[in-house]
C-alpha cells in the first residue's frame, strides 16, 4: 500500500513515517508539508491511504487563524476529486473532529502518535481495503464470479496478521452476534447509542433481511404490531428518517451503511460481523488452501445467540438457516484439517460442532473414526460414552453397531 502523510509539523511527519516503516505493511510512503503542492502531489502520486493534518498550514500562514482548519479544506478538495481514497486525520486535540468527519475520513488520530494507538487504525484500513479491491476486481472483470471475488478476501483480510480470531473481530463497529451493539473498532469499550428504540429494532430488522427489499406493510407488521393509522405510519417514518441521520452522522465508522427509499440496507463488507457471517455462508465456498483461515475466522464469530439481549421473533429463521450453516462450516474446516494431516485442528473444529449440537451424528461420528484412525483408546473410550448416553437420554437410540463393536475390543484391550 502506498501512503501520503501531510503536515507542515516535521516532527510529526518524521515519526509517523518511522510508525508505519516499522509495520512493514507499506510498499511506498510519501511526504509533503507544503499546502500549496499537497492537492497537486495527491493527484500526482494517487495514494491509496492519506495521513492529513486537521490544521494544516504553511508557515508563513501559522500566525493567521482564518486558516486554522486548511487541513479539513483541502480533504474535502480530496474528497471531491478522489472519492474512494481513504483518510485519516491528524489533530493535536479533538476539538477538529467533527468538521474533520464531513470529509468521511476512516478515523481520527490523536497527537503524539503511539504505535498502540495506530495499529488498530493500520489493521481496520488494510481490512477494509482488502475487501474493496475484491469488489472493484469483480466489478471490472479481473475475477469471472461471486465465488472467486469472494475467495479472493481470503488471505488478503489476513495479511501480516498473526491472530485473525481476535484481531478482526474487534474491527467490526456494528455486532449482531451476543450482544448487539455498535462500537468505535479502534476503540470497543466507545458504544454508539441509536436515537431511539424503534430505530435500534429497525437496523436489526434490515440487517436481518440484508440485500432485500422489504415493505412498510411488512415493517408495520414486525416492528408496530399493536399500532394502526396514520399515527403509526408517521412514528415509522420519524424513527426511519432519525436512523438515516444516525448513520450518516457516524459515516467515519460505519462507512456508506445506508438506508434508500425502498426501505432497503445498504451495508458494505467490514462493517458488521453477522452480515459478513452471512454472506460467506451462503456463497458456499469450497474450503481450500486459499480460504481456510478467512473459513476459520468466520466461524471463530459465532456466538449462538443475535442481537441478545432482546428476543426478535422474526429473527429465528435466520437463526435456524445460521445454526445450520454453522454446523456444515465446521465439518468443512475439519474435513480439510484433516486431509492435510492436521488432526489436532480437525478435532477443535469437531468439538466445536458438538459443542455447538450435542446430537449432530456427523461430529461425533467423526470424532470417533479419527480416534480409531489414531489409535487414541482413551478418547476414543470417552467420547463414545458421552455420544452414547446423549443418544439413550435425548433420543432413545443406541449408537451405529461398528462403534460398540470397537468400544467393547477396546474396553476388553
Avoid at 498473526?162 to 473498532?185: A, K, V
Wanted: hydrophobic residues 40%; contains cysteine.
Amino acid at each position: 500500500m502506498n501512503a501520503l502523510l501531510i503536515d507542515n509539523d516535521l516532527k510529526t511527519l518524521t515519526k509517523l513515517g518511522n510508525l508505519l516503516s516499522r509495520d512493514g505493511r507499506f510498499s511506498s510512503i510519501w511526504y509533503c508539508s507544503e499546502p500549496a503542492v499537497a492537492l497537486k502531489q495527491v493527484k500526482q502520486q494517487l495514494p491509496e491511504v492519506i495521513f492529513l493534518a486537521a490544521r494544516f498550514i504553511s508557515s508563513s500562514e501559522a500566525s493567521s487563524s482564518a486558516n486554522a482548519g486548511g487541513g479539513i479544506a483541502l480533504a474535502n478538495q480530496i474528497r471531491r476529486n478522489f472519492p474512494i481514497v481513504n483518510l485519516i486525520f491528524l489533530a493535536a486535540e479533538t476539538g477538529d473532529a467533527y468538521a474533520a468527519f464531513q470529509s468521511y475520513p476512516l478515523a481520527f488520530l490523536c497527537k503524539p502518535l503511539k504505535m498502540s494507538n495506530l495499529k488498530p487504525v493500520l489493521d481496520r484500513l488494510f481490512f477494509v481495503t482488502s475487501l474493496t479491491n475484491v469488489g472493484e476486481a469483480y466489478a471490472c472483470g479481473a475475477v469471472t464470479s461471486v465465488n472467486e471475488a469472494a475467495e479472493n478476501i481470503c488471505g488478503r483480510i489476513i495479511n501480516n496478521k498473526e491472530n485473525i480470531t481476535d484481531g478482526s473481530r474487534m474491527l467490526y463497529p456494528i455486532h449482531c452476534f451476543g450482544n448487539f451493539e455498535i462500537s468505535q473498532p479502534h476503540n470497543p469499550e466507545i458504544k454508539l447509542k441509536l436515537p431511539t428504540r424503534l430505530s435500534r429494532d429497525l437496523l436489526a430488522f434490515m440487517i436481518v433481511n440484508l440485500d432485500r427489499t422489504v415493505s412498510r406493510d411488512e415493517l408495520m407488521s414486525c416492528l408496530l404490531p399493536k399500532r394502526t393509522g396514520e399515527r403509526a405510519v408517521n412514528l415509522l417514518h420519524v424513527n426511519l428518517y432519525k436512523l438515516r441521520r444516525f448513520l450518516e452522522q457516524n459515516r467515519h465508522i460505519l462507512g456508506d451503511t445506508a438506508i434508500n427509499e425502498c426501505y432497503r440496507l445498504r451495508l458494505p463488507m467490514g462493517i458488521c460481523d453477522l452480515a459478513d457471517y452471512t454472506r460467506f455462508v451462503r456463497s458456499q465456498i469450497k474450503v481450500s488452501a486459499k480460504t481456510i483461515k478467512e473459513a476459520e475466522f468466520y466461524a471463530s464469530l459465532w456466538r449462538g445467540t443475535c442481537f441478545a439481549p432482546e428476543n426478535y421473533p422474526w429473527s429465528d429463521d435466520l437463526q435456524t438457516e445460521l445454526e445450520v450453516a454453522q454446523e456444515n462450516l465446521l465439518l468443512k474446516i475439519a474435513d480439510y484439517r484433516w486431509q492435510q494431516n492436521e488432526p489436532r485442528q480437525s478435532e477443535a473444529a469437531l468439538k466445536s460442532l458438538i459443542q455447538l449440537n450435542p446430537l449432530s451424528e456427523d461430529g461425533h461420528c467423526n470424532l470417533l473414526d479419527q480416534y480409531l484412525q489414531r489409535q487414541e483408546r482413551r478418547k476414543y473410550i470417552r467420547e463414545f460414552e458421552e455420544y452414547q448416553k446423549i443418544m439413550r437420554e435425548e433420543l432413545d437410540i443406541n449408537v451405529d453397531g461398528r462403534y460398540q463393536e470397537a468400544y467393547q475390543r477396546l474396553i476388553c484391550s
